[in-house]
Nanobody, 119 residues
């Protein structure tokens, strides 16, 4: 059974940076597309970024393009989200998710880590 554990959230000022990490266990990590999503009160869960199993293909929501960068280290079974130029509207719980490379459904989800950007 796969497990995902996020870390790295916290409180940061407008314009600041944070790096989130998501450690995976119980899965053949390189076979999974990894994604970051976020959810804030009263809003639907929002796609943030994804990365292919090899790390060669990435995708971003328009709202974070040019500010966020997703990466992975398959030797460490970990995916990262580097967040720069943070804005108050980036405040949310950030969740890590995994889907098998041939599936369109994210099957494994972490519990999330809170990111709060103060103005």
């Amino acid at each position: 059974q796969g497990q995902l554990v996020e870390s790295g959230g916290g409180l940061v000022q407008d314009g600041g940076s944070l790096r989130l990490s998501c450690a995976a266990s119980g899965v053949t990590f390189s076979m999974y597309v990894m994604g970051w999503f976020r959810q804030s009160p009263g809003k639907d869960r929002e796609f943030v970024a994804s990365i292919s199993g090899s790390g060669g293909t990435t995708s971003y929501a328009d709202s974070v393009k040019g500010r966020f960068a997703i990466s992975r280290d398959n030797a460490k079974n970990t995916v990262y989200l580097q967040m720069n130029s943070l804005k108050p509207e980036d405040t949310a719980v950030y969740l890590c998710a995994a889907r098998y490379s041939t599936s369109s459904t994210y099957y494994y989800w972490g519990q999330g880590t809170q990111v709060t950007v103060s103005s």
